[in-house]
């Protein structure tokens, strides 16, 4: 269960104080795929990277599963991230001098398994978001995008994250590609995991369970669907 009680993350600028995020509550149960939608600047990034222990809030509480992230110590917010989080970017953020496999791998250094064992898990989860054979091999460059955000989304799997948090995933990709990718989500969502994607796209925010519309750093609409 995620809990979001009256978060607010101001930043202060040349222009005076941004209230990007301005008093936010709401709950997300475990193994829901959750919406957050609304137009460019209306904050949904900031959430976003306040929810993943990116950045802290200015004020306001959040739990994971019991856990106060925004308690976090720096030290403590980056074990969370690592072992709790799992992060799907718009532009796949993969390192483009190292393989699927490598990519996949490199979020595993630290949980004492065997370079083999982490290789052969990452192996497993690149087969199981549909890459295979020599293209697990292959640099991000010689993908296609629609493969770099499988390997991305395989990475956001290494270290089985209680919830994935995916901003804009499906932002580059065609609706091929896209439907591909919403798919795999939503198949992660029926195991048990919580999804929260930030998104554009209506055909993504039509297949969840709960959108989110916020404006102006709030939460100005909240929609269930049974
Ligand atoms: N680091 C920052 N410093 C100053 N203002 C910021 C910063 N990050 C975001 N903002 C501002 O906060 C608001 C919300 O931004 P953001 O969360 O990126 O919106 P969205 O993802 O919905 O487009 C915008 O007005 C943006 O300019
Ligand atoms: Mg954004």
Do not use: W
């Amino acid at each position: 269960m995620l809990h979001v009680s009256e978060v607010t993350r101001h930043f202060s600028t040349g222009a005076g104080q941004v209230k990007a995020v301005d008093g936010v509550s709401f709950d997300v149960e475990t193994g829901t795929f959750c919406a957050i939608v609304g137009r460019s600047g209306s904050g949904k990034s900031t959430l976003l990277a306040l929810l993943g222990a990116l950045d802290s809030p200015t004020s306001g509480s959040i739990h994971l599963d019991g856990v106060d992230v925004a308690g976090l110590s720096a030290r403590k917010q980056v074990i969370y991230r690592r072992d709790r989080i799992g992060f799907v970017f718009q532009n796949y953020h993969l390192v483009s001098n190292l393989s699927a496999i490598g990519n996949v791998m490199l979020p595993m250094e630290f949980a004492g398994a065997s370079r083999s064992q982490r290789r052969e898990h990452a192996v497993s989860l690149l087969d199981r978001v549909g890459l295979h054979g020599d293209k697990q091999d292959r640099l991000p460059g010689k993908l296609s995008g629609g493969e770099q955000q499988r390997v991305s989304i395989a990475r956001a799997l290494a270290n089985q994250p209680a919830l994935i948090l995916a901003d804009e995933p499906t932002g580059n990709l065609d609706s091929r590609n896209s439907k591909r990718i919403v798919s795999l989500l939503r198949q992660l969502v029926e195991e048990g995991t919580t999804v929260i994607v930030v998104t554009h796209d209506r055909g993504l925010a039509a297949k969840t369970d709960l959108t989110l519309s916020m404006k102006d750093g709030q939460i100005v609409h909240r929609q269930a669907k049974v």
